[in-house]
């Protein structure tokens, strides 16, 4: 964390975000918790985001009135 600046606290909660979001496995051994990312979810979120900068891309140029 020394290399980001970011507590103790701060990598919990968004730690905690991502295994409620099915995008990390908690590995317990022994004294430690190890964390794993779930391929089948990051790439899900990768279809997701492609598909909506793909929306982004088609509507850039259009407006609408506020």
């Known amino acids: 964390m020394t290399d980001t600046g970011a507590t103790q ?4 909660n968004h730690l905690r975000v991502l295994r409620r979001a ?3 496995v908690l590995e317990p051994r022994g004294r430690y918790t190890y964390y794993r ?4 979810t990051l790439e899900g ?4 985001l492609t598909d909506l900068a793909a929306r982004a891309r088609a ?3 259009t407006s609408r009135p506020c």
């Open 9 to 12: 606290a701060n990598v919990s």
């Open 22 to 24: 099915g995008m990390i």
């Open 37 to 40: 990312l779930v391929p089948e």
């Open 45 to 48: 979120a990768a279809r997701q």
């Open 59 to 61: 509507t850039a140029a």
